[in-house]
């Protein structure tokens, strides 16, 4: 059973940075896509930045060029590095793993990043 558990959210100010880490227990195979998704109320989840298994990414228009998803493959861990950050990145954000057209295999329980102004 693979599970996922996030850290790293916070409270931060407009322009400020957090570091999001997720950490995997249990078998993730080699050839699993792992990306970042965030939800706010009332809105749909969104794919933040995906990160695939040659190393190629993918970001949200909205972030591109603050965020910076990265992987520590031995350790199992995904990352996601935030900058310059804006009141619209206040929302929880998910950890997921083994992403496809068919959808997430693996999601964590969230963990919250809230910008204030």
């Known amino acids: 059973q693979v599970q996922l558990r996030e850290s790293g959210g916070g409270s931060v100010q407009a322009g400020g940075s957090l570091k999001l880490s997720c950490a995997a227990s249990g078998y993730i195979t080699s050839d699993c896509r792992r990306a970042w998704y965030r939800q706010v109320p009332g809105k749909e989840r969104e794919m933040v930045s995906i990160i695939r298994v040659d190393g190629t990414t993918t970001y949200a228009d909205s972030v591109k060029g603050r965020f910076t998803i990265s992987r520590d493959h031995d350790k199992n861990l995904l990352f996601l590095q935030m900058n310059n950050l804006t009141t619209e990145d206040t929302a929880l954000y998910y950890c997921?793993?083994?992403?496809?057209?068919?959808?997430?295999?693996?999601w964590g329980q969230g963990t919250q990043v809230t910008v204030s102004s």
């Open positions: 997921a793993a083994c992403v496809s057209r068919a959808g997430v295999l693996y």
